[in-house]
């Protein structure tokens, strides 16, 4: 595939993600996470990555044109070139204080990317306070990590959907879907239907869910 068809196939992903927002809305679902980049990704060919920052920065300015939803930015966002991180920073303080649903915008996140730098974050705090090693490690819990996480304050995802056939995370908010459902379909991202997403929903509302008791 050519940059000019990776380039097309980045925009009609983009285009979905307003179809899909108005689904949600329709459900009144508060809280949609989107992964748009990986850090995995940024290795690419560095024209190809460029292609899709450009298309990433052009819909979460255009997201938070709209003014309906409360956008967060995930990721290591330190690894995103200037202007990336630019536009996530304004999309981010111009949609404060909104009263809609949280939109959560994941560019270069990666969930072991993720959980090391909270781990990091959380000694860093640690070494500020003066505290030792030996202390720190006593201290560390799962909820102590939790609020270093990139989606601190932030509900666990309850339903996570994977597309294009793949049946697998790659890694997508590892820590927060320990007691999420799952669902995995066949079309890939672009060719997404309302159909899907109904199916989606609808298994999800079939189910038990547990919470790993």
């Known amino acids: ?43 690419r060919d560095p024209e190809e990555v460029g292609a899709l920052l450009e298309v990433i920065e052009e819909k979460v300015s255009d997201l938070v044109a709209a003014g309906r939803w409360r956008i967060r930015a995930l990721g ?16 981010v303080e111009r949609s404060l ?29 640690y070494a500020a306070e003066g505290i030792d090693l030996a202390e720190a490690a006593k201290r560390i819990t799962p909820d102590e990590i939790a609020n270093w996480l990139y989606t601190a304050g932030l509900p666990d995802p309850d339903l996570i959907i994977r597309t294009s056939g793949e049946v697998r995370l790659s890694g ?16 890939y991202w672009p060719d997404f239907r309302r159909i899907d997403f109904l199916r989606a929903v609808r298994e999800y509302q079939q189910r038990h869910r547990r919470f790993g008791r």
Not at 172 to 187: I, N
Request: hydrophobic content about 40%.
């Open 76 to 91: 290591a966002l330190e690894l995103l070139p200037d202007t990336t991180r630019g536009v996530l920073a304004r999309a």
């Open 97 to 125: 204080g909104r009263e809609g649903p949280s939109l959560n915008i994941a560019v270069g996140y990666g969930g072991r990317q993720e959980i090391a730098d909270a781990t990091k974050r959380l000694l860093e705090a």
């Open 1 to 43: 595939m050519g940059y000019a068809d990776a380039a097309e196939g980045h925009r009609r992903g983009a285009a979905k993600i307003d179809e899909l927002l108005g689904w949600c809305a329709e459900l009144q679902i508060p809280v949609v996470t989107l992964w748009l980049l990986s850090t995995e990704n940024l290795d």
């Open 172 to 187: 997508f908010l590892l820590w927060q879907s320990a007691h999420s459902e799952y669902y995995f379909c066949d079309p």
